[in-house]
């Protein structure tokens, strides 16, 4: 499956870049399994995208869970939680 990534705000500059264009294994269903794959790169990803860290994602352009499905063509996006002040 062929999805667009998007990275945000301190995602996008600890990753050093803004989006790109993924093939996902057959394995990869959900917003949560991209995260795992990412991180499993190792290294800064595995870094920035780990399972304990405070991050937010959306699915073609809607906040969303984890669990949220994807299919072709998808657009996933990681930015870090947003702080009032």
């Known amino acids: 499956m062929n999805i667009q990534l998007r990275f945000f705000a301190s995602v996008r ?16 269903r959900t ?29 073609n352009q809607q906040m969303c869970e984890p669990d949220t499905d994807i299919s072709e063509g998808a657009e996933v996006a990681f930015f870090p939680p947003v702080t009032g002040g």
Not at 13 to 28: R, Y
Not at 31 to 55: F, I, N, Q, T, Y
Request: aromatic letters at 6%; proline letters at 4%; glycine letters at 8%.
């Open 31 to 59: 917003v949560g399994e991209v995260r795992a794959w990412l991180a499993a790169r190792g290294d800064v990803w595995a870094e920035v995208l780990a399972p304990g860290r405070a991050l937010r994602m959306a699915y």
């Open 13 to 28: 500059e600890k990753l050093g870049m803004s989006e790109q264009k993924v093939v996902l294994p057959d394995d990869v």
